[in-house]
């Protein structure tokens, strides 16, 4: 039994397990034919849109913003490099805004990366954030747009 | 222990249960099913991908044959063409089968993906059911209260998008278990009351654009920032600052104008608003005159997360006194370490007697270490500009432990001193349990 224990804990903290698990570059990703997109491809740029201080493109569509769950280790590293803050800070933040229906342009959340790809290939106003490898395999990469890249940090 | 907890409760509250429980089981039905055609896409696109992947293979692999095969040509007669095609045939029939059924597949993704969204699209439009809950333990040096546990709070949120330009938003709260029961021994009184519950939002929203919405009915009165931004699961304690509720009403039943101004430099939002003052009931004003108000709050494009600005109010009360409240505000976050500080005053111009002031300010740290947040508050509050001691303080430290991002365990210490002849200062100890529900 304890060793079952001990194996246990070792595969949790071991790379490649659910605690240890590593990401590939973060692709901040926008619709193809977004090209008003170009002039925020830069981190201060993107934490305004997802910080709902700019709620239109120059072509006046809506912004539409995609998360990921909170503890999705792509968001964490999104979270960190653009935000500033935690994820789960960003998320606290996020939801006392919602409860007291302050939220102007609030993220959607999606739960898995597959799903954020499809709703920017879909929408003209969608901005999200994925990781290299979900774009690379994904059938809809031909109507998505590389926006930004949030580089894998080196151990 | 109470024996009121083997009563049935009142029929009011009868009926927010009953809304409660037949509106959540079908939102709830609904998310599961989402999950289910979720996780269903997820496996189908595994395949699709190993398809793909054993795809390309095979397209090598008939590359290479066909190169190979047109290299022996040169040395072989003709007649190795029709092995050749036997070949090709051979070679041709798994990838066109594998072609076949990953079209087959790509369009079930597409059938399920259009599903899943006309679900997500349906539970969207439903009626929104939100809310959050406390529950505290609380432990202090006062003779009265004895030291209890407190079933604090319950509030619901039932909110709904009945067009994409109005909404209807409501908040319930139930505080202190609230408990009303009559003996019916007549139609008008309710012999046992306990605990509070209050309606305290309930407003029609029209918002045609992003930037702009005005709202009418009953909405948390928009003074600073505590007096909005109040909700337990995201504030670092459970006590509030003495100016909430006080220098501002807690809430005001009128007419709300926001507006959303974005600039190069920053971002600017405004609150406009026209009410019946504080103390009305919901059904009518008890004084001829309105109460005025605004708040403005500008949040500059730094490197740092800073929002500062200032609110005014002003209302000729139900008892003929002019009351005018002015302050200011600031909420800063740099990584893990945040501040919020506020300042309000004001001037009371009773029509029979002498004007006063009743001041308050307060300033709050808060640092962040992964799951804990460590707080600490300095809070004053002086009731009254002519009575010389009558000043209140409140020293805060807490420690919060958020076991997801809405919810939270916390610990308070309060040491409240108060310079007023004949109040004794007192410590208290809160723990408190706090989580949001819906969404949020």
Redesign the interface.
């Given at each position: 039994m304890k060793r079952q224990w001990l194996l246990f804990a070792l595969l949790l903290i071991a790379p490649g397990t659910a605690l240890g698990e590593k990401v590939s570059d973060i692709i901040v990703i926008v619709n193809i034919n977004n090209s008003g997109s170009v002039q925020f491809a830069t981190p201060?740029a993107i934490n305004?849109l997802f910080?709902?201080?700019?709620?239109?493109w120059p072509d006046q569509t809506?912004v539409i913003l995609y998360d990921l769950p909170?503890?999705h280790p792509v968001r964490l590293r999104f979270s960190e490099s653009i935000m500033?803050?935690?994820a789960?800070?960003v998320?606290?933040?996020w939801?006392?805004l919602?409860?007291?229906?302050?939220a102007?342009?609030p993220p959607l959340t999606m739960?898995?990366e597959?799903?954020v790809l499809?709703k920017v290939a879909r929408q003209h106003g969608a901005i999200g954030y994925v990781s290299r490898n979900a774009l690379t395999?994904s059938?809809y990469s031909s109507q998505i747009k590389t926006l930004y890249l949030i580089p894998l940090l080196p151990d | 222990m109470n024996m009121a907890f083997s009563r049935p409760p009142h029929r009011i509250l009868q009926l927010g249960l009953a809304i409660t429980l037949l509106a959540a089981p079908a939102w709830v039905h609904a998310e599961d099913r989402v999950?289910r055609i979720?996780r269903m896409?997820?496996r189908m696109?595994q395949r699709?991908?190993e398809l793909s992947r054993e795809n390309q293979q095979l397209k090598m692999q008939m590359e290479k044959n066909s190169g190979e095969a047109s290299a022996a040509e040169t040395v072989q007669n003709t007649t190795a063409e029709a092995p050749s095609i036997a070949e090709e045939s051979a070679t041709a029939t798994p990838m066109q089968s594998d072609n076949t059924q990953m079209d087959q597949l790509?369009l079930r993704i597409e059938q399920l993906?259009t599903k899943q969204e006309e679900i997500a699209t349906s539970v969207e439009s439903d009626v929104k059911v939100?809310g959050?809950a406390t529950v505290e333990y609380r432990a202090t040096n006062q003779p009265n209260p004895n030291s209890n546990f407190r079933v604090r709070h319950f509030s619901l949120?039932y909110?709904k998008d009945v067009t994409p330009e109005w909404e209807l938003?409501s908040e319930m709260e139930f505080e202190d278990a609230p408990f009303f029961e009559s003996l019916h021994t007549d139609n008008k009184t309710a012999q046992t009351m306990q605990g509070k519950f209050l309606v305290e939002?309930m407003y029609i929203?029209y918002h045609p654009e992003?930037?702009w919405d005005l709202i009418t009915g009953r909405f948390?009165t928009p003074g600073g920032i505590w007096n909005?931004?109040h909700?337990y699961?995201?504030v670092p304690t459970q006590e509030r600052p003495f100016m909430v509720r006080v220098l501002y009403p807690q809430y005001s039943d009128g007419l709300q104008l926001r507006n959303?101004f974005?600039f190069d430099s920053?971002?600017l939002e405004s609150h406009l608003y026209v009410a019946n003052g504080g103390g009305n009931p919901g059904k009518l004003d008890r004084n001829v005159s309105k109460a005025v108000g605004g708040r403005l709050n500008f949040?500059p494009?730094l490197?740092i997360?800073l929002q500062f600005g200032a609110s005014l109010y002003r209302d000729n009360d139900n008892t003929n006194t002019v009351r005018t409240t002015s302050g200011l505000h600031m909420q800063l976050?740099?990584?893990?370490f945040g501040i919020q500080a506020e300042f309000a005053r004001r001037h009371n111009a009773p029509l029979n007697g002498n004007s006063f002031f009743d001041v308050s300010a307060y300033a709050q740290l808060t640092y962040?270490i992964n799951?804990w947040t460590v707080a600490g508050r300095y809070d004053w509050y002086n009731l009254d500009s002519l009575t010389p001691l009558s000043d209140r303080y409140r020293y805060t430290g807490a420690l919060n432990y958020?076991f997801?991002?809405?919810i939270v365990a916390k610990i308070e210490y309060n040491r409240n001193r108060l310079t007023t002849p004949g109040l004794k200062s007192y410590h208290e100890v809160i723990a408190a349990i706090t989580m949001?529900i819906g969404?949020?």
């Open positions: 201060k305004r910080s709902n201080h700019l709620l239109t809506p909170p503890e500033k803050m935690s789960s800070k998320a606290q933040q939801a006392h919602k409860i007291t229906n302050q102007t342009n739960k898995h597959h799903a499809r395999h059938p | 999950d979720e896409l997820e696109q699709v991908d790509n993906e939100g959050y949120f909110s938003f939002q929203r992003l930037d948390l909005v931004y909700y699961p995201f959303l974005q920053g971002q949040a494009e490197d997360n976050h740099n990584n893990d962040d799951k958020h997801n991002h809405n949001a969404g949020y």
